[in-house]
C-alpha cells in the first residue's frame, strides 16, 4: 500500500462501474489527500481527509479514513471513460510535506 | 479558478549546465514546494519553503539545488550543474496555510538533461 504501495497498483474496469482504490501508511498524519495523473501530466487534487474525520463525499467520490489501521480508500462511483488516470494518496505528518505512494492506474473501458 | 503555473514545459539541457525552473504560486498563497518525479516513481518532496526561507528540505535536494523567490510573484529552482539522473517532472505546488491545508500543484517542468 501506498506510503509504501498502493493496491491495486492497475485496476481495470467497465464504464458505469466503481472504482475502489486503498492506501496505506506508516506515521501518523495531519491530513491525508487523494490526487489524479493524466499520463505524463500534472497533478490534479481531488479531495483532502482531516485526520479527525472518517468519511468524505464530493461528487462521485467517497473516500474513508481509517487511522487505527493507518489506512485510506478512494471509491470512484458510475466511472466514466475520462477517469483514466493514475490516483495517489499523498499525506501531511509533522511537517508540510507530502509524502506519496506509488499509486493506482485506473483504466476505464467504455 | 487561481493556479499554479510552470514554465517552461519542457527543457532539455546538457549535462553540467545550470538550470532555472520557474513557478508562479497562487496568488494568496504563502508556502511554496517542489517536488519531482523521475519517469515511472512515485512523486518525492525535494523543499518547501516559507517566509522567504527553507522549512523543510529532502535529501535530494543537496548543494546542486537553491530556491529563491526573487519577486513577490515567482518562485525557482535552479539545479547548478545538472546531473542525468536529474532528469525527471518537477513538480511546484503552493498551499494558503500550514500542514492541514490543501496542496495545489502545476503542471509540472519535464527536465531531459542529456
Known amino acids: 500500500s501506498q506510503q509504501g504501495e498502493e493496491d491495486p497498483q492497475a485496476l481495470s474496469i467497465q464504464e458505469g462501474e466503481n472504482a475502489t482504490m486503498n492506501c496505506s501508511y506508516k506515521?501518523?498524519?495531519?491530513?491525508l489527500q487523494w490526487y489524479r495523473q493524466n499520463s505524463g501530466r500534472g497533478l490534479v487534487h481531488l479531495i483532502l481527509?482531516?485526520?479527525?474525520?472518517r468519511e468524505k463525499h464530493s461528487g462521485r467520490l467517497r473516500v474513508t479514513l481509517d487511522t487505527s489501521k493507518k489506512s485510506s480508500s478512494l471509491l470512484i462511483t458510475a466511472s466514466r471513460a475520462a477517469d483514466t488516470a493514475s490516483y495517489f494518496c499523498?499525506?501531511?505528518?509533522?511537517?508540510?510535506?507530502?509524502?506519496f505512494g506509488t499509486g493506482t492506474q485506473l483504466k476505464v473501458e467504455l | 479558478e487561481p493556479e499554479v503555473t510552470q514554465t517552461p514545459s519542457h527543457q532539455v539541457t546538457q549535462m553540467g549546465q545550470e538550470v532555472i525552473l520557474r513557478c508562479v504560486p497562487i496568488?494568496?498563497?504563502?508556502?511554496f514546494y517542489w517536488y519531482r518525479q523521475i519517469l515511472g516513481q512515485k512523486v518525492e518532496f525535494l523543499v518547501s519553503f516559507y517566509n522567504n526561507e527553507i522549512s523543510e528540505k529532502s535529501e535530494i535536494f543537496d548543494d546542486q539545488f537553491s530556491v529563491e523567490r526573487p519577486d513577490g510573484s515567482n518562485f525557482t529552482l535552479k539545479i547548478r550543474s545538472t546531473k542525468l539522473e536529474d532528469s525527471a517532472m518537477y513538480f511546484c505546488?503552493?498551499?494558503?496555510?500550514?500542514?492541514?491545508?490543501?496542496?495545489?500543484f502545476g503542471p509540472g517542468t519535464r527536465l531531459t538533461v542529456l
Open positions: 499523498a499525506s501531511t505528518g509533522g511537517g508540510n510535506k507530502l509524502t
Open positions: 505546488a503552493s498551499t494558503q496555510g500550514a500542514m492541514r491545508d490543501t496542496q495545489y
Open positions: 506515521t501518523s498524519i495531519n491530513n
Open positions: 496568488s494568496n498563497h504563502l508556502y
Open positions: 481527509i482531516r485526520s479527525n474525520e
